[in-house]
T-cell receptor, first 115, second 111 residues
Framework: ETGVTQTPRHLVMGMTNKKSLKCEQHLGHNAMYWYKQSAKKPLELMFVYNFKEQTENNSVPSRFSPECPNSSHLFLHLHTLQPEDSALYLC??????????????FGDGTRLSIL | GQNIDQPTEMTATEGAIVQINCTYQTSGFNGLFWYQQHAGEAPTFLSYNVLDGLEEKGRFSSFLSRSKGYSYLLLKELQMKDSASYLCAVSHNTNAGKSTFGDGTTLTVKP
């Protein structure tokens, strides 16, 4: 139990579907992150939120839309995805910007498959 | 830009010692993290180095040389459960909280 919970664990969707990934952290952290992990590739940072404000968008296509309603919850809304978007999507949290380097705590991820 | 290199795969024997290297070339280096990721599970934090030298934590130690852009993770008394992917991640002083990850090293421990 890492204190970061992601749902669903697995998701299969068609290219025209709309779905959302959810992440919740119970660690009192103020920063949250979305990463994409594909086979044979490094973890790719997608978005960073500090105190509910987006501070990083790593050139992510607009078919991925993040939402952070509060410091404990983070969503990734998916629309019109492509087959190459199939991957493991990991959420993480940390103490937040302004703190000295703090480790990130990861959820178990959502395994996304695009048909 | 950021460039982080780690070996793709390593194999070692139970009870032995293994050293996983990580070299980096990055602007705005702040510190370096090591994470462990078992197949199908979340990455978990192992160690953090910001100053040169060795940080020891039980069977695991991590070393950093800022001038050489080099780090290693040392695992002693290897156990079968240490079979996992080990991720080197560089944090940046331009944006606190942002880390860039290497490809990871898959370690297989054999009996």
């Amino acid at each position: 139990e890492t204190g970061v919970t992601q749902t669903p664990r697995h998701l299969v969707m068609g290219m025209t579907n709309k779905k959302s990934l959810k992440c919740e952290q119970h660690l009192g952290h103020n920063a949250m992150y979305w990463y994409k992990q594909s086979a044979k590739k490094p973890l790719e940072l997608m978005f960073v939120y500090n105190f509910k404000e987006q501070t990083e968008n790593n050139s992510v296509p607009s078919r991925f839309s993040p939402e952070c309603p509060n410091s404990s919850h983070l969503f990734l809304h998916l629309h019109t995805l492509q087959p190459e978007d199939s991957a493991l999507y990991l959420c993480a949290s940390s103490q937040g910007s302004g703190q000295k380097d703090q480790p990130q705590h990861f959820g178990d991820g959502t395994r996304l498959s695009i048909l | 830009g950021q460039n982080i290199d780690q070996p793709t795969e390593m194999t070692a024997t139970e009870g032995a010692i293994v050293q996983i290297n990580c070299t980096y070339q990055t602007s705005g280096f702040n510190g370096l993290f090591w994470y462990q990721q078992h197949a199908g599970e979340a990455p978990t934090f192992l160690s953090y180095n910001v100053l040169d030298g060795l940080e020891e934590k039980g069977r695991f130690s991590s070393f950093l040389s800022r001038s050489k852009g080099y780090s290693y993770l040392l695992l002693k008394e290897l156990q079968m459960k240490d079979s996992a992917s080990y991720l080197c991640a560089v944090s940046h002083n331009t944006n606190a909280g942002k880390s860039t990850f290497g490809d990871g090293t898959t370690l297989t421990v054999k009996p």
